[in-house]
Antibody
Framework: QVQLQESGPGLVKPSETLSLTCSVSGDSIRSYYWSWVRQPPGKGLEWIGYISYLGSSSYNPSLKSRLTISLDTSRNQFSLKLSSVTAADTAIYYC???????????????WGQGALVTVSS | DIQMTQSPSSLSASVGDRVTITCRASQSINTYLHWYQQKPGRAPKLLMYDASTLQSGVPSRFSGSGSGTGFTLNISSLQPEDFATYYCQQSYSAPKTFGQGTRLEIK
């Protein structure tokens, strides 16, 4: 059974860097693509970006200039760093596994429970 | 970016009803359209991928259809556990985008 678990600070000050880690169990991170998706409270879903098992990444252009997603294969984890945050970055952040039925059919088949990150001074 | 528009935004229905949710893409996305169910306080759950392929473990009362720019999610006989918010998502081109959601409520 694949399980994902987000961890990191729940409160970040404006202009600082939001950092989250997703720990994966039940599957090797050396396969599939691994994504972050966020959801502002009471609103819809926004794809943030992914990193592949080969280390390549793709980011949402709306966040690209502030975003880094990285992989730690030794710990079976991947991480998100979002710099220069504002209140608009307040959201539940989910990590998710991307499965594929063949490019470009990519969908999120396993999700973490989500981590609420609030940007406030 | 490809815009995904769901209708209706909210829907009231009764247990046993048949329900249809529509998702429209701003340009053709072939069949690279996926559906999720989200309950309050929970992560989204994959229901359907590639427009009409049921994810393992999802009840057969859920079905999907469509291609190009128009897609539907059908629930043949609503059960109490189906009351939730449903999202469509396209993976045809980056960035992946979601519809705004359809909230299905008990009448």
């Amino acid at each position: 059974q694949v399980q994902l678990q987000e961890s990191g600070p729940g409160l970040v000050k404006p202009s600082e860097t939001l950092s989250l880690t997703c720990s994966v169990s039940g599957d090797s991170i050396r396969s599939y693509y691994w994504s972050w998706v966020r959801q502002p409270p009471g609103k819809g879903l926004e794809w943030i970006g992914y990193i592949s098992y080969l280390g390549s990444s793709s980011y949402n252009p709306s966040l690209k200039s502030r975003l880094t997603i990285s992989l730690d294969t030794s710990r079976n984890q991947f991480s998100l760093k979002l710099s220069s945050v504002t209140a608009a970055d307040t959201a539940i952040y989910y990590c998710a596994r991307e499965a594929a039925a063949g490019s470009p059919s990519y969908y999120f088949d396993y999700w973490g429970q989500g981590a609420l990150v609030t940007v406030s001074s | 970016d490809i815009q995904m528009t769901q209708s209706p935004s909210s829907l009231s229905a009764s247990v046993g009803d048949r329900v249809t949710i529509t998702c429209r893409a701003s340009q053709s996305i072939n069949t690279y359209l996926h559906w999720y169910q989200q309950k309050p306080g929970r992560a989204p759950k994959l229901l359907m991928y590639d427009a009409s392929t049921l994810q393992s473990g999802v009840p057969s009362r859920f079905s999907g259809s469509g291609s190009g720019t128009g897609f539907t999610l059908n629930i043949s006989s609503l059960q109490p556990e189906d009351f939730a918010t449903y999202y469509c998502q396209q993976s045809y081109s980056a960035p992946k985008t979601f519809g705004q959601g359809t909230r299905l409520e008990i009448k």
